[in-house]
């Protein structure tokens, strides 16, 4: 009989830790992207086509004085290695930065010093778009004035609605850099709207990665009591009106900076760039994570 206790008494403890794990199961921390073959400490920004087969990413070289485009294609599940966009050549006096498909993986938006004419300089970023048909792609066109204006505006993502969401330093903001949105209504790109404090703050907000239908945004921001010089965080539009954002937590943000956020359409995971100066040379690659915005919206305070 003691015995039958004794083993009863083990049956159930084991049972509880194993019901426990199902409901708490061990945290999940960000790991780097592809390492050694797209991650090799010279590169952020990444994004990848709707199907997944396509990747597209700043090369770095260890600064920002070069910073130029490279793509990858996912070939028998590796990836290929890296090439420069064709776009983005190398040895141009100009910078391009910040690449990101549209929800049907037909267009991509990425930010540019380049002029808009031969013989002209440039020294702030504009918004362009380079269009994609297959494994081809268009030349660059630039989003017009309406969008751009003569400070810099960049990471700029796009909704299945068509509007533009963007950061910028332009005059009039909340903070140093803030979010905006620009509407596309009958063709054409309107005049950028600041979205307001609730989303930007006195300092730096930036990298807004818009969800397909709106409904979320995750963005970088750096704040005081932090982990890192940079946190990346989450915010939900809720009857018209976007949610006090959520800081995504040490799963995610790191002592270091934490920028670049990217989810797929229908995506599970995000994937985001980590940077850090180590004897006068920075570091940075590409990190992913298991994500679900779901779970994090239902941690509003109701």
């Known amino acids: 009989m003691q015995k039958y206790m004794l083993f009863t008494t083990r049956f159930w403890a084991v049972c509880t830790l ?17 390492p050694g073959i797209l991650s090799d400490g010279q590169v952020f920004g990444l994004t990848l086509s709707p ?13 920002r004085d070069s910073l130029h485009l490279f793509t990858s294609t996912l070939e028998n599940g590796d990836w290929s290695k890296p090439v420069g966009a064709p776009f983005s050549t190398r040895g141009t006096r100009w910078s391009d930065i910040d690449p990101a498909f549209s929800p049907d993986g037909k267009l991509l938006l990425f930010n540019s010093t380049r002029p808009l004419s031969t013989g002209q300089s440039k020294e702030d970023f504009d918004i ?47 903070g140093k850099l803030d979010l905006y949105m620009s509407e596309y209504h009958n063709g054409a790109y309107q005049i950028p709207k600041n979205l307001g404090p609730v989303l930007n703050s006195a300092n730096h907000d ?5 969800s397909p239908k709106e409904d979320f945004i995750i963005f970088w921001r750096q704040e005081p009591g932090g982990y890192g010089a940079s946190d990346l965080y989450i915010s ?5 009106n976007w949610s006090k954002p959520l800081n995504l937590g040490p799963n995610i943000n790191s002592k270091l900076g934490d920028f670049c956020p990217f989810m797929q359409p229908r995506g599970k995971k995000l994937y985001f760039s980590r940077t850090e100066v180590r004897d006068g040379k920075r570091i940075e690659d590409l990190y992913s994570i298991d994500f679900s915005p779901k779970e994090w919206k239902a941690k509003l305070v109701k």
């Not at 939900?236 to 018209?240: A, E």
């Open 18 to 34: 194993f019901l426990i794990f199902q409901l708490h199961p061990l945290a999940q921390t960000a790991t780097i992207f592809a």
């Open 51 to 63: 199907d997944g087969q396509i990747a597209v990413f700043v090369k770095a070289y260890g600064g």
């Open 128 to 174: 362009w778009g380079v269009k994609r048909n297959g494994n081809s792609w268009s030349e660059p066109f630039h989003l017009g004035a309406a969008i751009n204006s003569d400070s810099s505006d960049i990471y700029a993502t796009i909704a299945r609605s068509g509007n533009i969401y963007f950061s910028s330093n332009r005059a009039g903001g909340q």
């Open 206 to 210: 930036s990298n807004p990665f818009i």
């Open 236 to 240: 939900f539009k809720q009857k018209g």
